[in-house]
């Protein structure tokens, strides 16, 4: 069965940082493109970063241009988002999720989506 896990939410205080990971089991990770998306209450799902198969190309939402990074570590079938200067608006679950064909930040696009985990930017 196919699926991904996302870990590495929590409580932050402004200006923060935390490390998403997302880690897939049942398939390998290598050969998907992954999204990061997030959903806060009442608003629809951004998609915010996305990350090639191999790793050598991104896509980066204007909204945390400059403070989150997306990398892959194919090997331990594993996906991260580094989310630096937080701010309270970052708060919203985050979601992980595969796409065979491309890097987009279209949530419709993706196949594979795991659970989520709350991050929250609060002092």
């Known amino acids: 069965q196919l699926q991904l896990v996302e870990s590495g939410g929590g409580l932050v205080q402004p200006g923060g940082s935390l490390t998403l990971s997302c880690v897939a089991s049942?398939?390998?990770?290598?050969?998907?493109?992954i999204g990061w998306f997030r959903q806060a209450p009442g608003a629809e799902r951004e998609g915010i970063l996305c990350?090639?198969?191999?790793?050598?190309?991104?896509n980066t939402a204007d909204s945390v241009k400059g403070r989150f990074t997306i990398s892959r570590d194919n090997a331990k079938n594993t996906v991260y988002l580094q989310m630096n200067s937080l701010k309270p608006e970052d708060t919203a679950v985050y979601y992980c999720?595969?796409?065979?064909?491309?890097?987009?930040?279209?949530?419709?696009?993706?196949?594979?989506w795991g659970q989520g985990t709350q991050v929250t930017v609060s002092s």
């Open positions: 990350i090639s198969k191999s790793g050598g190309s991104t």
């Open positions: 049942g398939f390998s990770l290598g050969y998907y493109n």
């Open positions: 999720a595969a796409d065979w064909h491309r890097c987009g930040l279209t949530s419709r696009q993706y196949d594979y």
